[in-house]
């Protein structure tokens, strides 16, 4: 059976113990239902990962005994920053689980003129601790050390690529393909409609500001679809897989 992975967001010390955090205390009991004496591994980030044990379970507390700091690095050797238009119920989920399994690096939620769901600034904010945790729990799963960041959601409006990197926006209606853009130096942003794609309009402004238009092939893909799709052809030329 495999050892269960848990983030930590406090720092890691080696040959140390500690109390998990409120998170990692529920997944360890509610969700795992571990024992004391089970094993475990721990990351909080920085790239290191910790073989552990469970010395102690108590109602809200879990106390555990770090051994070594051991350096585990499968990060993919381009920078990938994800600009995702929102979109409701589990296509959002879907997008950024998916996205982290395939190594982005930060994920930014837009509004775009085409989103549907709407939230008052409490709930958003809900919305975007909900989708760390989703980042998180797909870092545990498929063992990657580095959380993607998941930056506050913004307008799609006069939106640049990140600093330094080759943009594109994904467009059904051009016709140049991801290979024919030029090898990303060091990093790459990428700009996904919500449900419904981007307007003309916001292609067009995007392609003003410096995003290049590619299309992912002749048929039109649903937004988490195309997630997962264009990450993973970027990877697959540029990247690790």
């Known amino acids: 059976m495999a050892i269960p992975r848990i983030y930590?967001?406090?720092?890691?010390?080696?040959?140390?113990?500690?109390?998990?955090?409120?998170?990692?205390?529920?997944?360890?009991?509610?969700?795992?239902?571990?024992?004391?004496?089970?094993?475990?591994?721990?990351?909080?980030?920085?790239?290191?990962?910790?073989?552990?044990?469970?010395?102690?379970?108590?109602?809200?507390?879990?106390?555990?005994?770090?051994?070594?700091?051991?350096?585990?690095?499968?990060e993919s050797p381009i920078q990938t920053h994800l600009y995702q238009g929102i979109s409701k119920g589990e296509r959002m989920d879907y997008a950024i689980q998916k996205a982290t399994e395939l190594g982005v690096n930060s994920i930014t939620p837009l509004f775009c003129e085409r989103t549907v769901l709407k939230l008052e600034p409490k709930r958003l904010q809900k919305k975007v601790d909900h989708w760390q945790a989703v980042a998180i729990s797909a870092c545990e799963q498929s063992g990657r050390n580095h959380v993607p960041q998941l930056l506050p959601p913004q307008s799609l409006q006069q939106l640049k690529p990140h600093s330094g990197s080759t943009g594109m926006v994904l467009n059904p209606y051009t016709e140049q393909r991801l290979g024919e853009l030029p090898e990303p130096h060091t990093s790459l942003s990428i700009l996904i409609g919500p449900e419904g794609g981007l307007s003309e309009a916001e292609i067009y402004n995007a392609e003003t500001l410096g995003w290049h238009s590619i299309k992912l092939g002749p048929r039109i893909l649903r937004t988490e679809t195309a997630t997962v799709v264009a990450l993973t052809a970027l990877q697959q030329l540029w990247g690790d897989l």
């Open 8 to 74: 930590s967001r406090n720092p890691l010390h080696a040959e140390q113990s500690i109390t998990l955090d409120e998170a990692a205390q529920r997944h360890v009991i509610q969700v795992l239902r571990l024992k004391t004496g089970a094993s475990i591994t721990l990351f909080d980030g920085s790239g290191n990962e910790f073989e552990s044990t469970i010395e102690q379970i108590e109602r809200k507390k879990v106390t555990v005994s770090l051994q070594a700091a051991t350096p585990r690095d499968c």
